[in-house]
Structures are given as structure tokens and as C-alpha cells.
């Protein structure tokens, strides 16, 4: 049983952390307390490895201004010249197209799912294309945007 002030009684069980892990973190401690008692106090390894000094400001660019490619879907009327009219706004837009994908509506439906893959382009332009499609008639609802990074090396 543990007693905490914040805390009060606890109760810990279990295998624990092994001989390895803990001869580890006691070598650790052991490390900090000789660092701390030979280093003089200006130069002591802090906590986070670095002096608090040494932390700058990172600048972190505008939301209109990123660049990403995005993942849209939307759910239009199934009509011809939907598609033709998305796809316009986002040329007009300067917006690239990877991929397309838009299936058969199910029996009975009236609207369809197109869902479109972009290559990077500014989030400001993105925004503008999106507020023109949501504005079609034939379009229902809100465009879903999801903002795409690749995790390759190149």
C-alpha cells in the first residue's frame, strides 16, 4: 500500500518492472544526482536535456497558406453534368485531379457518393473551390475534406 498526499491510500500489484528495467532507471537517478553535485549551477543538464534559453519560437505557417493533398466526398444529385460541374470548379481553381470514384446510386436513390482525390494544392484555394460546390444545387450537404500527407522518403 502506497499513501499519497494528493492521493491518499493506493494499491500497486503485479510483476513489476524486472531487474533490467530497474537497475536501469536507478543507474539514471545515480547519473542526475552526480551531474547535479559536479557540474557548477549554470551548466547543469536540466530536465528537458537543454537550457530553457535555447528554446526559440517556431513559426507556424497560416492555415491558407499549407499545402496538402485532400481526400472530398460529397453527395450529389445523379444527374448528368454533376460530375462535370465539380470537376470544373476545381480546374477553374487550379486544383488537380489523382483520382475519381463514383458507383451506381442504390435502388431506389436519387443521390450518389463521388469521392475525389486531389494532388497538393493551398488550403486557401481548397476552401474556395469547396464553398463554390457546396453552392450547386445538385450538390447535398457539406463537402468532407480530409487532408492527405504522403509518409514516403522522397
Known amino acids: 500500500l502506497v499513501k499519497g498526499d494528493a492521493v491518499g491510500p493506493t494499491l500497486y500489484y503485479g510483476a513489476g518492472a524486472g531487474a ?3 537497475a536501469s532507471a536507478v543507474v539514471g537517478d545515480l547519473v542526475d544526482v552526480v551531474r547535479a553535485m559536479t557540474a557548477d549551477p549554470e ?3 536540466p530536465h528537458l536535456a537543454f537550457q530553457p534559453d535555447a528554446l526559440s519560437d517556431t ?6 497558406e499549407i499545402e496538402t493533398a485532400y481526400y472530398l466526398r460529397l453527395l450529389a444529385n445523379d444527374k448528368p453534368g454533376v460530375l462535370a460541374d465539380v470537376t470544373r470548379i476545381l480546374g477553374e481553381s487550379g486544383i488537380s485531379i489523382e483520382a475519381i470514384l463514383q458507383k451506381e446510386p442504390a435502388q431506389g436513390e436519387t443521390s450518389v457518393p463521388i469521392i475525389l482525390l486531389t494532388h497538393r494544392i493551398r488550403e486557401k484555394q481548397m476552401n474556395a473551390a469547396i464553398a463554390q460546390i457546396e453552392a450547386l444545387d445538385s450538390i447535398y450537404g457539406e463537402v468532407v475534406r480530409i487532408r492527405l500527407e504522403a509518409l514516403d522518403a522522397d
Not at 513559426?59 to 491558407?64: F, V
Open 43 to 45: 551548466n547543469r543538464v
Open 20 to 22: 533490467d528495467p530497474t
Open 59 to 64: 513559426p507556424i505557417l497560416p492555415m491558407d
